[in-house]
């Protein structure tokens, strides 16, 4: 089966750090472009971070930029986020998401579970 | 940042009525922009991508149109399954923005 799961989340201080993991199965984990996205009710959907599949290209959003570290394993077929001095408005639901194919643009067309990450104050 | 602003926020609407979804960039983004559909405790799935082109798996009642800054997402006859939120996105540069969702609700 193609699918995305996500795994790490969990409660953590404000200052605190935390990786999160995405396992990959079901396709060629390293011909795919990745990202990750968060999403909160109050702020919607947003989209954090983005590495080519052999990692040489690599965005964040200004939002956790300097915090957050993107990278991959494609020969574990998996995606990490590392994330360091956490804040409240850090809590919020984390995807892994895979950009579609042959597209020069960056759809995501398919996306993990996602895992809930807690920032307490 | 390119910012993304859908309208309406939310709509009430009935099995077979042709809903419309309008999505606005504040700047030209060409025709990198896609839609998503998501229900309530899953994540969100692609419809659209590049303005106008649909998904594989995704039923012919929905279809995109626009270019520039101005996009709408129709959906030709609403059925039971498609009253969930609907998100556009921009991808035209990083950083990738997303509008901030239209609730379709049940009228």
Redesign the interface.
């Known amino acids: 089966e193609v699918q995305l799961v996500e795994s790490g989340g969990g409660l953590v201080q404000r200052g605190g750090s935390l990786r999160l993991s995405c396992a990959a199965s079901g396709f060629i984990f390293s011909s795919f472009d990745m990202n990750w996205v968060r999403q909160t009710p109050g702020k919607g959907l947003e989209w954090l971070s983005y590495i080519s599949s052999t990692s040489s290209i690599i965005y964040y959003a200004d939002s956790v930029k300097g915090r957050f570290t993107i990278s991959r394993d494609n020969a574990k077929n998996s995606l990490s986020l590392q994330m360091n001095s956490l804040r409240a408005e850090d809590t919020a639901v984390y995807f892994c998401t895979r950009d579609l194919i042959g597209y020069d643009g960056d759809a995501f067309d398919l996306w993990g579970q996602g895992t809930m990450v807690t920032v307490s104050s | 940042?390119i910012q993304m602003t859908q309208s309406p926020s939310s709509l009430s609407a009935s099995v077979g009525d042709r809903v419309t979804i309008i999505c606005r960039a504040s700047q030209s983004i060409s025709t990198?922009l896609?839609w998503?559909q998501q229900k309530p405790g899953k994540?969100?799935?692609?419809l659209i991508?590049?303005a106008s082109f649909l998904?594989s798996g995704v039923p012919s009642r929905f279809s995109g149109s626009g270019s520039g800054t101005d996009f709408t997402l129709t959906i030709s006859s609403l059925r039971p399954e498609d009253f969930a939120t609907y998100?556009c996105?921009q991808?035209?540069r990083?950083?990738?923005?997303?509008?901030?969702?239209t609730k379709i609700e049940m009228k």
């Open positions: 940042d990198y896609e998503y994540a969100p799935k692609l991508y590049a998904q998100y996105q991808t035209y990083a950083s990738w923005t997303f509008g901030q969702g």
